[in-house]
């Protein structure tokens, strides 16, 4: 989740023939030389390290991916559920958040995104093109600060 003024930027996506407004993110992969340098880290000595924060490495590189946005290195955890979606795979979904501090300048991938909207929680919860799982989230944890 990434907010900035009190909305949270969503991102359009085709499921078949419905339009929905999902968060940005991603599948963890494994570690490969094609990836983002935004991934990569090294060492004091300069050697590339183990990669302990794999989740929050994932969403840096799903984000930029998507969007063309750095994250902050301040990024919480804020949830987490499991279900099987569509293709009846098992998802464990791990939700992360973050406030940026400026405007973000977002640059879509027309491949993987159609495009995006800020929205805050009134316009969520009354968003028939949000999933119930995204609201429930919310109400849950009511108001991030």
């Given amino acids: 989740m990434i907010e900035y003024l009190g909305k949270f930027l969503l991102l359009e996506r085709q499921f078949g023939d419905h339009t929905m407004f999902i968060l940005p993110g991603g599948k963890v992969e494994p570690f490969d030389e094609t990836q983002s340098g935004i991934v990569r880290q090294l060492n004091d000595d300069g050697k590339e390290r183990n990669y302990d924060d794999v989740l929050l490495n994932t969403i840096r590189r799903e984000v930029y991916e998507e969007l063309k946005i750095n994250l902050p ?54 968003s028939k093109q949000v999933h119930d799982w995204l609201k429930r989230a919310l109400k849950v944890f009511d108001r991030i600060d």
Avoid: C
Wanted: aromatic content about 16%; proline content about 2%.
């Fill in 73 to 126: 290195h301040i990024i919480d955890y804020f949830g987490s559920t499991f279900f099987i979606n569509t293709q009846k795979e098992r998802v464990i979904d791990v939700v992360f958040y973050t406030k940026l501090q400026e405007h973000p300048e977002v640059v879509v991938d027309g491949n993987e995104v159609k495009s995006f909207v800020w929205m805050d929680q009134k316009e969520i919860f009354a």
